[in-house]
């Protein structure tokens, strides 16, 4: 009997996490199951603390930018690796056993997903209360409990699982939606087919062009980089993390001489790993 | 009889934005008043629109980072900019009328508070609904007309303004909690004292080293940077605006050619002002 992997998401079913461990599913048929959680932290800390293998998080949107909460838990000195990345198409309904918007007075759903339907939350639904729930398919499924005047912003996937009907489509507020999620694990991913490598640093010493030094060791090997986002390393105003990712996996014969040059440079360093994407 | 000007701010009364706008007043007394607005949109539009003079939002926490809506506004080609920046020490408090944690069944608060306290909310109170509200003070002003099992995340400021009981004192996940806060106006700051002043740009193409190149403008004339963040472009993954602030005012004898070389290397470039701290 072999043993299965477990990939925890942020549960429950219909959440577009659970989309995106569908397709790790899918790459890797036969062998997974997934189990949801109902937070992003408690994905992390599943995987961290050894009851799943794997963990399928969101780490950016197109249009609301990074999730604050992935990258502050993936930025700390821990064993927790990216081991995979996976984009998803996102779009927004607005569900409800209502028989029109006059009559909703609450709306509930993720903190990102509200924040990707502002203008319409704005312009049609300026009096009701906004309820964040963990997930977007949390606020779906707390619909067939509740009567009328609730509404859920949720995927197309939670209408069809939860079958809610659609009170008016596509309210999001941009075309080019997109989430990136990644699989994480406790050890580096060994495939020879990455093709980006995420590293998070802290500078050495607040002094001019610290940053330009960093960003020098890339540009000397012409390493693109594909993304470079401050967070706050929560020490006060002005002490900034670093998220990096560039261009080039494990195999490229220049990262490793980057990573290196970068130890010395910097006061903090972590290399969160060399992956591919998953599509 | 002189015209007052009026300063627009995310309100009601005891929002941390209240107190930034009112240490505005303090550094120019005798001709401005204050104005409520209900959301940080709403706040940036009565300035747009010419209905106030100048406005008053939160940019950016120590703990959470930067507040996404004021950052996509700003960054528009539109006549906003920078006049001033207010940082103020923020403490968090949960008000209620109710006995104790065990009572509370919803917890209500903006989103930023809601995230700078997540530790406290998921271990003591993780049976709790979390409502998003559009202010700190606007939850606070709501519980004199609920009964018990509702509380919210205030401020000392709001404690004392609304006379709502403080059930558990400081449940901020950090010491280190500051905000940052921004005065708008339609035109820029004129003022010789500032110190500080913030761009935001998009590369010209995506070429190995692009960013290296922007920093190395400032790195020439050894400007030093006190942040760098991106934001999307909201075109899709992979796309996005570039925030820049640096130590130089407008009576720095390089700023204008650093900018002025800018201009060729970057697809998109807006001055947002160069201004001086108010503390």
Redesign the interface.
Known sequence: MTMKTTIAYLGPEGTFSHQAAQKCLESNPGNINLQPYP?I?QVLYAVENDETALGVVPA??????SV??TLDLLARDIPLYIKAEI?IDIKHHLLSHSKDLNSVHTVMSH?QA??QC?HFL?TRLKNA?????TSTAEAVSRLNSHGEGLAAIGSPESHKIYQVPILHPDIGC?P?N?T?FLLVGRSPETNSLSSKTSLVLSLKK????G??DI??E??KY???????????A???????LFFIDCEAGSNHPDLLKVIDSLRTKTGYLKNLGSYRCIS
Chains 1, 2 share one sequence.
């Open positions: 937070g932290a950016e949107n197109s249009i609301e930018g604050n909460i984009i903190t509200i924040a502002r704005e209360d906004i309820l964040e729930t941009y080019h997109q990136r607040d002094r001019p062009g940053l330009y960003l020098g890339f540009a012409e390493l693109n980089l594909c993304k470079i986002e401050s967070r706050p929560k020490m006060g105003l002005g002490n900034y």
